[in-house]
Every structure is written in C-alpha cells, then in structure tokens.
C-alpha cells in the first residue's frame, strides 16, 4: 500500500441520501481538487485558509455535476495528518460515482478498507489502539459499547500501557547499563525500587486482563438463551421482552421448530435472546433437530432462562390433578432444572414460572417456596418481564463502567497483556532469585515488545492489513 499518493473514497454509507462525503487526502488533494471546484465567489481554492468551507460547484469539464459545500484541511491539522478535501454534494448514488470517477481520472487512487485511518496512525495522529478504537465506535450500538469505544479512542488505554511501558523502559535502561559495567560490580537500578514497579504492572495488567470477561460480553452483547418444555411460553416471553411479535405463537405444542434471536439494550448494555425448540421426547425429525440446536444454543449462551408453566393444576395443590399426580409432574420440572445445571455447572441459570396470573397468592407462595430464587411472571400479561430484564443485568459487570475504568474489548490486547503478564511474572522470579541482570533483561525486553505491540511502537505490515482489512472503505 502506497502512503504516498492521494486517495478517495465515499465516507458516508453508500446508497441514496440526502447528502454524501466524499473525502480526498493525500499531498495532491488540494491541487487536484482545486481546478475542478468553481466557488460562487469566485475564489481560488488552494488560496484559502485551513479549515475552511465553501460553496460552489464541481465541474468536469464544461459540465457542471453538483451544488457542493467543500471542507478545506491544509498541512498535518487533519484526520490523516496530511492535507485533505471533504466534497459533501448531494447523495444521488451518480452523482457521487461521477465525482469519484472525475478524481480519479484526475490523479487520485480508490482508497483501501481502513486506509484514512491507517494514514492517520503513521503520520502520528493516534496510536494502534486507538485506531482499532474508531471500528469498534462505528460499530458500537448501544450505549456501554460506545462508551468503551470513545474511552478508548481518548486514549486511556493507551495513556495506561504508555507509562507503565515508558517506566519499565527506564528500568531497563539501568539494568542495561550494568550489563556495560559488569566487571566493577556496580548497581544502578534499585532493586527495592524494581520489585515496586514489577508488583504494580503485575497489578495492573491482571486488572486489565480481567476486564476482558466483561469487555468482551459488552462489545459483541450477551447472548441468553430461552429454554423450556413445549407451550410453556418461550416465544411469548420473547415477544414481551422485545415489545414486538417477533415469534409465532400458538397454543399448538412445538411451534418453534427452530432458535428465533433477537437483539434488546437492557441498561446500555446489548443482549441477544434466543426463542428455542421447546425440549421433549419426540419423534418428529424436524423438531428433534430442532431440539437438538437448542442444545447447541445453550452451550454458547451465556445466561440460561429455563420457563415452565406455573398454571398446570398438577403444580397446584388446592386443584386434584388431572392427568399425573402433583409430586410426578414436579419431579419431572425438577429433573430438567437439574439437568441442565449438570451439563452446564458453570452457566448463571434464572428459573422463571410462567403464567403466575393464573394462580392466587397461596399457590404463588407455595411454588417460591418449592424452588430457590424462582422468577415469577406472566408473559402474556408483561408482569414481572420488567424485573426479569433488572436479573439479566446483574449478571454484568458494570461497576467498572460506571466508575470510567479501562476496560480490554479487543481480543489482540488480551493475547498481548496475557504475553505481557508471562514476561513480567519471570522477571519478578529473577528478582526474587537474583538472577543475573543479563538474563533479566531478556524477560524485560520482552515485556516491553509486548507493550509496544498494543500501542503500535512495535508493528508490522501484515498486523496493520489484518487489523484496518476490518474497517469499511472510507473510514
């Protein structure tokens, strides 16, 4: 990829609109740009202040193509750090293709996925983090993702692995220069002073990588699956939790032959909630694979809800049970809660009853009373849908939201804090044992690479592709 050259592309969403962006950058931007804008003033382009914005007309020849306003960026005070031309015209898709056709034809070279943002990192205008902050921004879609993605994009992340990095590296730097004086036996770096900082950056980078559990739940959203038996009121529980009729309900046992998903902001933060096959002994082939995947669904949820319906007069000890006796019925609701907790130890499992207006204040009081941190609601009605949504919530984290903290979202910074730690934790041994300063400046150097792959002061061109290959093109 060639830093060199001018680049274009569209920066707005392509389609019909009732404007479009168009974003020239590169050292010829405002010569290029210049013969082919007409001001209404009459003013030349490349004459004008930084900074600025004018009316007039892009003109391919003797054809007049658009009414435009143009952004002027002169020298390195832009995005990119070099000079740029923001065209917004008017957002018929020919006529922006015509303006990118004319650019083109006029020296300029489609831009790449990610390549503005690129050109912004080596010209020094944020680091690698925060570049890879700008995706994670654009695709943020609710309020935590967001927030995490502008706290980082501000640089604290950054700001945090920089001084640990800059303090590490003047440590370094002594335990260097003994190596230069190893045969006078002298010390320049205070031990005391080393074992402090190594405990603090252990600290801090266990914090760091802590926070990826959460981190991660909030950029990609919390997937929680519905599971029951057939008709207990899945896909009515689903519907009232997203206030749409998302899925088809029925009175008709099995109706939900395969998972429904659907997506709700609960507190800032995003869940996605999966309607499965309802479980049950059957011999449908359809509804068996379709039982089958709610298996599978459970596996990669993080939050299971397991609904019953609390209406069946065998749970109900004041109506004589029509079909099974109460304590067989129970037993059977049991069983699966238990089954579930067995094959699943390590997912948060919400229990809700179903249909609870169905039922009087005895009954209600004798169900919580058989089963542990029971939820009670009615799905048709939406009771206690409001309360079950305030359940999911405290299964997340949020305090260090709240509090501003540095949360870790993007999987490459936990694979290099995780290297990072590993280093650090072997040069607190060699302290511990007195090792040599030369074999600890290895462990050291190593740190530090680690440090500076996450920033982007130790980079390479097959890192940069991989990372700006998933930013959309003008961006």
Do not use: W
């Not at 440590?171 to 260097?176: H, N, T």
């Not at 689903?238 to 029925?250: D, F, Q």
């Not at 939900?256 to 002994?281: K, M, P, Q």
């Not at 150097?445 to 996450?454: N, T, V």
Request: aromatic content about 6%.
């Amino acid at each position: 990829m060639n830093t060199q050259d001018t680049i274009v592309a569209l920066a707005s969403p392509a389609g019909a609109g009732a404007i479009a962006v168009i974003r020239v950058s590169g050292p010829d931007a405002v010569s290029i740009c210049t013969p082919l804008f007409k001001s209404k003033r009459g003013k030349d382009l490349s004459k004008q202040k930084t900074h600025t914005i004018h009316l007039g007309h892009i003109i391919d020849e003797q054809r007049v193509l658009d009414e435009v306003l143009v952004s002027l960026f002169k020298g390195t005070n832009s995005y990119t750090g070099e000079p740029t031309v923001e065209i917004s015209c008017h957002g018929s898709s020919y006529i922006q293709q015509e303006i990118i056709q004319l650019l083109l034809r006029k020296g300029c070279r489609a831009a790449q996925a990610g390549e503005f943002t690129l050109r912004s990192f080596i010209n020094g205008k944020m680091d690698l983090s925060q570049a890879e902050a700008v995706a994670d921004l654009i695709a943020s879609d609710n309020e935590a993702s967001h927030q995490i993605a502008m706290q980082q994009m501000r640089g604290g992340f950054s700001n945090e692995i920089a001084q640990l990095r800059q303090e590490l590296l003047n440590f370094a730097s002594l335990i260097e220069l003994e190596l230069d004086f190893s045969e006078e036996d002298v010390e320049f770096a205070d031990r005391t002073q080393f074992k402090e900082l190594v405990a603090r950056i252990t600290k801090v980078l266990k914090r760091l990588i802590d926070s990826f559990a959460t981190g991660n739940v909030i950029k990609n959203g919390i997937p929680v699956a519905i599971v029951g038996e057939p008709n207990v009121g899945k896909s009515t529980l689903l519907n009232a939790l997203l206030n749409e009729e998302r899925a088809i309900v029925s009175d008709i046992a099995g109706t939900t032959r395969d998972t429904i998903e659907d997506e709700l902001t609960i507190g800032g933060i995003g869940f996605r909630f999966i309607d499965t096959a309802g479980i049950r002994e059957t011999k449908d082939v359809i509804e068996g694979l379709g039982i089958q995947k709610t298996f599978e669904k459970i596996g990669q949820a993080q939050v299971v809800v397991y609904l019953f319906d609390a209406s069946l007069s065998a749970l109900n000890p004041s109506i004589p049970s029509a079909s099974l006796p109460k304590e067989e019925t129970y037993k059977a609701i049991t069983i699966e809660i238990e089954k579930i907790k067995n094959q699943f130890p390590l997912k948060p499992l919400v229990i809700v009853a179903n249909k609870t207006d169905q039922l009087q204040e005895a009954e209600i009081a004798t169900l919580q009373s058989s089963i542990p941190n029971l939820h009670m609601l009615s799905a048709k009605k939406g009771m206690g849908v409001d309360a079950l949504k305030a359940k999911l919530l405290d299964f997340v984290n949020t305090g260090a939201l709240r509090n501003d903290e540095t949360i870790v979202t993007n999987s490459r910074h936990y694979d290099a804090l995780l290297k990072a730690l590993e280093e650090i934790e072997k040069v607190q041994y060699g302290l511990d044992t007195n090792l040599s300063g030369d074999l600890m400046a290895i462990d050291i150097r190593q740190a530090l690479y680690h440090f500076g792959e996450i920033t982007g002061q130790v980079t390479n061109d097959e890192l940069l592709g991989n990372i700006f290959a998933n930013f959309c093109i003008g961006k």
